[in-house]
């Protein structure tokens, strides 16, 4: 079993810049992919970013690509979120992630990930 939590969000003008960390509990953090997900009101939870168990590919949501950054420590357990120009649309609760599976395993749908985080709210003014 694996246990996140999430730290970082906050109000932001658009145009600037957050740092989002997730720290996982457990020895098997590197027998997991991991993601960032993000709702924001009223919508369902969305695909924002994932990394593979290595580390070595990351994938992004169109409305991110070029924006933000996903990496991983698998030596200290943690999954990073860096987020760039950042919009008002990008405002929305953001997830962490996990979930278990091969070496090339990408989750990017809600319901292929195992465990979640609490979330913590990114707010983008304009």
């Known amino acids: 079993q694996v246990q996140l939590v999430e730290s970082g969000g906050g109000l932001v003008q658009a145009g600037g810049s957050l740092r989002l960390s997730c720290a996982a509990s457990?020895?098997?953090?590197?027998?997991?992919?991991m993601g960032w997900l993000r709702q924001a009101p009223g919508k369902e939870r969305e695909f924002v970013a994932a990394i593979r168990r290595s580390g070595g590919s990351t994938y992004y949501a169109d409305s991110v690509k070029g924006r933000f950054t996903i990496s991983r420590d698998n030596a200290k357990n943690t999954v990073i979120l860096q987020m760039n120009s950042l919009k008002p649309e990008d405002t929305a609760v953001y997830y962490c992630?996990?979930?278990?599976?091969?070496?090339?395993?990408?989750?990017?749908?809600?319901?292929?990930?195992?465990?979640w985080g609490q979330g913590t709210q990114v707010t983008v003014s304009s």
């Open positions: 457990g020895r098997t953090f590197s027998s997991y992919a």
């Open positions: 992630a996990a979930g278990h599976g091969s070496l090339y395993y990408t989750p990017r749908a809600p319901d292929e990930y195992d465990y």
